[in-house]
């Protein structure tokens, strides 16, 4: 025997099979959607590793910064292999309190650019609020694991407006995945950095490192998420 459903129960059921239907082709879809890794590619083939700068004598350039080492930030202008196209460039605001409940506060610029010879380059640029009780004098890059060779840490000196310099890049020993700048002048409020520079030989990054600011007092403040290379 056949059982008739009343008209509403049928629109009532035919609505929830349309709804399922919607639903699943909506999955679908999603699966379908591209994923965004947090991984970047540099176009080109990196060209094989060659010193720059080294013999240690030289004064010309950077020295490459190896586990372990710290070096002298000489500036560089925006030459050779360092031109390039920006593939990342995100300005991140930072708010924290140093002793004191004192209020330290500003903008973190961060770039990665796809520089000629295929690899990626990264800049760093602090600029400290005019309202800020304190200056900003390390940036501290983790997470930013590198082959031993190939690094070098500098700034650029062809940017307008000028801004404070750091003196010396660290990294530290074993894995040298920790990369610091000191700024012994401080970037103090109302400041700006000169581009903190890490010239490296990986041809791809991925959003994976953390950036540190440490106020003039030692302070520092939160982590900040920091495009670093795709290595290992």
């Not at 009343?6 to 959607?33: E, N």
């Not at 990196?46 to 350039?61: I, K, L, T």
């Not at 920006?86 to 004192?102: D, K, R």
């Not at 031993?148 to 074993?174: C, E, F, K, M, T």
Request: aromatic share 6%; net charge negative; hydrophobic share 40%.
């Amino acid at each position: 025997m056949t059982t008739v459903l009343p008209p509403s129960v049928r629109v009532a059921a035919l609505g929830v099979a349309v709804l399922a239907i919607v639903a699943a082709d909506a999955a679908s879809a999603a699966d379908d959607s591209p994923v965004d890794s947090g991984v970047k590619s540099c176009p080109g083939s990196p060209v094989p590793w060659q010193p720059r700068g080294d013999p240690a004598a030289s004064v010309e350039g950077p020295r490459q910064l190896l586990p372990g080492t710290t070096r002298a930030t000489p500036g560089e202008p925006m030459t050779g292999h360092l031109v390039g196209n920006v593939i990342v460039n995100e300005p991140v605001p930072f708010s924290f309190l140093a002793q004191g409940n004192l209020p330290v506060s500003g903008t973190l610029a961060k770039k990665v650019v796809n520089a000629t010879d295929g690899t990626c380059d990264f800049y760093y640029t602090v600029s400290v609020s005019a309202n800020s009780a304190l200056a900003i004098d390390r940036l501290v890059i983790e997470q930013f694991l590198h082959p031993a060779h190939g690094l070098y840490g500098a700034w650029r000196n062809d940017v307008l407006p000028q801004g404070i310099p750091p003196d010396h890049v660290q990294r530290s020993a074993g894995a040298g995945d920790t990369i610091t700048f000191r700024i012994a002048a401080g970037v103090q409020p109302g400041q700006t950095s000169r581009p903190m520079l890490l010239d490296g030989a990986v041809g791809s990054t991925k959003n994976a490192g953390t950036v540190l600011l440490r106020a003039a007092d030692g302070t520092l403040s939160d982590p900040i998420p920091a495009w670093v290379p795709n290595w290992p």
